[in-house]
């Protein structure tokens, strides 16, 4: 699949201000002087156990983190530290908290009856938006006079929240709130211990946490927030409401945000 941003991101190759080949110190050097130099300083390092980093985004070649273990072969020292500028590794830790897995897993829009969002362009920027759009969109056909429902709360307009059934507008800061409150309707539901939250009067709220209740199995609930607390909040949410091993899957996780704050702020420290 494609999307706009992946079909705009071609027109970096015509850019004509980029780069011809690589600088040293602003002078303009052959591939061959720079490889020599940089095997040259490694090679001091590793001789004197010095510590060597590689920082990059998140990687999914293999080919390209194959070399990357080649490298760390070659130089035991190196560590390669990865991090995103939009970061998932609050979900990530919080996967690791609830049921002992440090993924991020798949989600299967299509299967969902009931979907609600909590700060989560699913169709624009958040997650694998190209997979989530053609998921969400068979769910949004009218079959048997039939269609999934969605809720939306953000805080700016978003791709997702146009196309949301209801739309509500929340404080950034509210985004855990909403959250805690609609585990507490469901919680009560099912039986479960609830959390110490501010109560917020919107009747939103507690018609998006009915429906969940209603579509059990059958719904999902995903959130933008990249506080692991929340995240944890979220996955009980999603337990209680039996939608693993159907809207998401934990046994397929996915590679596409592996960035971690914790190792890039461990580098940032080092050096």
Do not use: C
């Amino acid at each position: 699949g494609t999307s706009a941003q992946v079909e705009a991101s071609v027109l970096s190759l015509y850019d004509d201000a980029r780069l011809k080949g690589p600088k040293a110190k602003g002078e303009n050097v052959t591939w061959e002087q720079l490889d020599a130099a940089l095997n040259s300083e490694l090679s001091k390092v590793a001789a004197n156990g010095g510590n060597i980093r590689i920082v990059s985004n998140t990687i999914l070649s293999p080919s390209t983190l194959k070399s990357i273990e080649d490298f760390k072969t070659k130089f035991p020292t190196t560590e390669h530290v990865m991090y995103d500028q939009v970061s998932m590794n609050g979900m990530a830790i919080a996967n690791e908290r609830s049921f002992g897995m440090k993924v991020i897993p798949s989600y299967d829009f299509s299967k969902a009856d009931v979907i609600v969002s909590v700060g989560a362009d699913f169709l624009g920027t958040w997650g694998s938006t190209i997979e989530n759009t053609y998921q969400y969109a068979q769910t949004r056909k009218l079959k048997d006079k039939k269609m999934s429902r969605h809720f939306q709360f953000e805080s700016n307009l978003t791709l997702t929240g146009s196309n949301a059934d209801y739309r509500s507008m929340i404080k950034p800061s509210e985004e855990g709130t909403v959250i805690a409150n609609i585990y507490n309707i469901i919680a009560g539901k099912a039986g479960a211990a609830s959390v110490n939250t501010k109560k917020l009067e919107q009747e939103t709220i507690t018609k998006a946490a009915n429906d969940l209740w209603k579509a059990k199995g059958k719904s999902l609930i995903v959130a933008g927030s990249n506080d692991p607390s929340v995240q944890v909040l979220v996955n009980a949410i999603n337990n209680l409401l039996a939608n693993y091993g159907t809207t998401i899957d934990l046994n397929t996780p996915v590679n596409y945000r592996k960035g971690d704050e914790a190792s890039m702020d461990a580098f940032i420290k080092d050096a």
